[in-house]
């Protein structure tokens, strides 16, 4: 093969959206699904409804009822780790090496609740320490680097420019778009000189979203989203990069995530 195909998807539980699933690979066929809210403990996700599908493969870190990430993969994975952050073992962010010498992170960044003020919202306090601490990690990967092909990706939990909201002067104040946040998730994307592989095809002023909320029924003709889904790559990988798309219309499905997935395509 010359290329590999990789997805990242808030699916908002796996076994809830079995079907779409299925219509995704069917659409797509990917090498490599990154999932975030998979909602399942590991005795309850759905192995081989997975394995009919063609993902031989699987990395789970799962939980019950909320939370969880799995890479599911038609290729070998290797070296899977499982890894907590601000002491909380809350299955947000599991990683494996696929291809051999690429690092795939699966990350699910906490939403943060509804009030940006970190001192009487606990939530918020707790995902400005995720990302503090997800951060200082990668900043201390960089130390050891040895030119090592990475690619991150999943629900951030954050629109980080003006053109990933739908109103930035609107939600500066509402959580995912605070400068705080903003500001923190920059921090991330230094920490190893992360490239945006969407972006790269989707440039700036161009406004892409990869959410759109459950409150509003008539979200595709208000298309009042925000782009909280992404996928970084190391620099070593940015040649490599043929391809990147939003998968919009699976949000229009019946019983959809509020999420839409995100798709690469990277040369080998």
């Known amino acids: 093969m010359d290329f590999f195909k990789l997805i990242t998807w808030n699916v908002n539980s796996i076994r809830i959206r079995l079907e779409l699933l299925k219509h995704l690979c069917e659409q797509e066929n990917p090498d490599i699904i990154c999932l975030q809210e998979v909602k399942a403990k590991e005795e309850d996700f759905p192995f081989e409804a997975v394995k009919v599908l063609g993902f031989e493969h699987i990395a789970l870190y799962g939980m019950a009822g909320y939370n969880g990430v799995a890479i599911l993969s ?13 002491g909380k073992q809350d299955a947000r962010h599991i990683k494996a090496c696929v291809f051999d010498d690429i690092e795939i992170n699966d990350v699910y960044i906490p939403a943060g609740g509804d009030i940006p003020d970190p001192v009487i919202n606990l939530s918020f306090a707790h995902k400005l320490c995720f990302m503090d601490d997800i951060s200082e990690y990668f900043e201390q990967q960089k130390l050891s680097w040895k030119n090592k092909k990475m690619l991150i990706c ?19 104040k509402i959580v995912s778009h605070t400068p705080v946040e903003v500001e923190r998730l920059t921090r991330l994307f230094q920490s190893l000189d992360f490239v945006d592989a969407v972006r790269k095809f989707y440039p700036e002023p161009q406004k892409i979203f990869s959410w759109w909320s459950y409150r509003n029924p008539n979200w595709a003709t208000n298309d009042k989203g ?31 995530s509020d999420h839409v997935p995100v798709a690469v395509e990277i040369k080998l």
Do not use: C, Y
């Open 74 to 86: 038609k290729h070998p994975l290797k070296n899977p780790e499982k890894r907590d952050w601000v």
């Open 226 to 256: 925000r782009r909280l889904d992404h996928i970084w790559v190391t620099p070593n990988l940015q040649e490599r990069i043929i391809s990147a798309k939003i998968i919009k219309d699976l949000r229009a499905m019946e019983r959809p």
């Open 154 to 172: 999943g629900d951030f939990n954050v629109a980080p420019s003006e053109n990933d909201v739908w109103n930035h002067k609107q939600l500066l």
